[in-house]
């Protein structure tokens, strides 16, 4: 059996559905599983390397790569992260899972942020944009 | 002047005819995986350094729970025959003259107890010596011979959880119309095809034993098997409608089936899948997921119907 140990954090079940619903050949099929695997091994690796201090960074490597399989490895990132290292990769998997949703639905995910005034305004048409406040 | 050079997109970008979606999804695997090497260079060395791609990270896994496995079983299994657990005889006779009085008595409620005694509560790949109680449990109580290796094949696991699958295309211009009627169609049909394409050229052509190995087919991820690329034309006709026994772990409810796709995904959290058929068999109209035992069937003659198994036709 393969097994992380985050697996158990990895709820995709939104995910799944949307990739029954895509009509693709049995290889791609299984290439798109494959890669959605890989995003969620390079995020979570990504998550911990934010949050770990770096001179630990070597030391966790060694201890995934030895036993990625070990539950022991969320007491590890908690003790030297000072975090709740379930919550922070569970935070961090839901994150790729909305962004991989966006990708199936079609849409660019972007966050607030970046949409112009007018875009801005059209979402909300009760406010109008600063500039003609003034 | 010297020409610019043109930028090449990732390898897995540059094949024409993808479907859109896969493209997508390579563009924002090649970001993340941008990102993270280049935000931390030492995590791609370190990998590189150890001959591993991150991408091999669950099959790596595989080889190291299996490895330790195998260890173990060197270390503590006991060299003169002396077994920790007892023999299948001693288990049935024990729950039998337990629960004689009970209304359970009954080869499937033996069952259900049986598997109480040896399985673990969370589902996990067996060792060996549990493997071989239930296969005689089964032998005894359902007079099928089930086997968790069969011809040198196992796979990664034996005891999982099984997930509900939609109807597979049987030939081109299949419809869900022509699956059944009832609940049974509200799984649908599933867009693609299964692992081993359509079970028939035409509609013609769909024999009523191709009918039944659709209705009653069995998921299992053969794409983890640590040899499946090796032996990729050798195991791709081994597997394909190979019989296998389910047995929801649960109820006792037990299914014959044929295997005739490959899946689900690692993420998903499951082992198995099965047919809405098979779904139905083992838990009821609205059962989706739990877990089951899942093994071979020796049936070189093909006496065993695919189906609901009838459990006053066991050996008990």
């Known amino acids: 059996m393969s097994k992380v140990f985050y697996d158990h954090l990895i709820v995709l079940d939104e995910l799944e559905r949307e990739v029954n619903r895509t009509a693709l050949s049995p290889s791609e099929k299984e290439e798109l599983w494959q890669m959605i695997d890989e995003i969620i091994h390079h995020r979570v690796l990504g998550c911990v390397m934010d949050n770990l201090p770096s001179h630990h960074h070597h030391d966790f490597l060694t201890r995934f790569h030895d036993a990625p399989h070990n539950d022991a490895l969320f007491v590890y990132l908690t003790e ?10 569970k935070g961090e998997i839901a994150a790729v899972a909305d962004e991989l949703l966006g990708e199936f639905r079609g849409k660019r995910q972007r966050p607030k942020r970046f949409l112009t005034s007018k875009k801005r305004s059209k979402q909300n048409p009760q406010k109008k944009p600063g500039r003609q406040n003034k | 002047m010297r020409k610019p050079t043109k930028r090449l997109p990732h390898p897995r970008l540059q ?9 997508r999804i390579q563009a924002k695997h090649h970001k993340v ?3 993270l090497f280049g935000k931390h260079p030492h995590v791609e060395k370190f990998f590189q350094d150890r001959g591993l791609d991150l991408s091999e990270i669950r099959s790596h896994s595989a080889k190291i729970i299996g490895a330790g496995a195998l260890t173990a079983s060197f270390l503590l299994t006991p060299p003169s025959g002396i077994k920790s657990l007892p023999v299948p005889q001693e288990i049935i006779e024990k729950l039998r003259s337990r629960s004689q009085s009970l209304p359970d008595a009954t080869p499937k409620g033996l069952l ?3 598997l109480r005694e040896i399985l673990p ?6 060792t060996h010596d549990e493997e071989k109680l239930l296969e005689q449990i089964i032998d005894r109580l359902l007079g099928i011979k089930a086997k968790a290796s069969l011809e040198g094949e196992h796979l990664n696991t034996t005891f999982g959880l099984i997930g509900a699958e939609q109807h597979l295309k049987r030939y081109p211009g299949d419809s869900l ?3 059944g009627a009832g609940k049974i169609l509200q799984a649908g049909v599933a867009p693609g095809l299964g692992a081993w394409g359509q079970f028939a050229p035409t509609k013609a052509e769909l024999t009523p034993s191709l009918e039944e190995k659709e209705r009653w087919y069995a998921v299992v991820q053969t794409m983890y098997l640590p040899d499946w690329n090796r032996r990729l034309p ?3 006709d081994w597997y394909r409608y190979r019989k296998v026994l389910i047995v929801n772990t649960q109820n006792g409810n037990t299914v014959v089936a044929s295997i005739a796709d490959a899946g689900p995904a690692a993420w998903t959290g499951k082992h198995f899948g099965g047919s809405p058929e098979v779904m139905f068999s083992l838990g009821g109209p609205t059962y989706k997921k739990g877990p089951v035992l899942l093994f071979f069937v020796d049936d070189p003659q093909n006496q065993i119907p695919l189906g609901p198994v009838d459990y006053t036709k066991g050996a008990i």
């Open chain 2, 121 to 126: 509560e969370k589902v996990r790949p067996l």
């Open chain 2, 33 to 35: 995986k941008t990102q």
């Open chain 1, 80 to 89: 030297k992260t000072g975090k709740d290292a379930v919550k922070l990769l």
């Open chain 2, 234 to 236: 050798y195991l791709r």
């Open chain 2, 15 to 23: 094949r024409t005819a993808v479907h859109p979606i896969l493209h």
């Open chain 2, 177 to 179: 119309a022509a699956h």
């Open chain 2, 112 to 114: 259900v107890k049986s």
